[in-house]
């Protein structure tokens, strides 16, 4: 069932825009840090909820959770 991968449905959402971010900064030339407009890139889509919180906050707290 789609249940069993929602947790990577989550990682996927936040390394896709990881990812995106890192394709910005480059063509930026490195002036902001890919990871940062990453971040933003996500807050952004979880603001006009284009991705669904629910989705990625299980990975989130487990993120969070390990960097403590």
């Not at 069932?1 to 825009?17: E, N, Q, R, W």
């Not at 990881?18 to 902001?32: C, V």
């Not at 006009?48 to 969070?64: D, G, H, N, Q």
């Amino acid at each position: 069932s789609m249940h069993t991968f929602a947790p990577m449905l989550g990682l996927f959402y936040i390394l896709l825009c990881w990812a995106i971010g890192q394709g910005i900064s480059m063509l930026a030339n490195g002036y902001l840090p890919g990871s940062i407009i990453g971040m933003m890139l996500l807050f952004v889509a979880l603001r006009l909820r284009i991705i669904k919180a629910e989705s990625v906050r299980p990975i989130a707290r487990f993120l969070l959770g390990s960097m403590a």
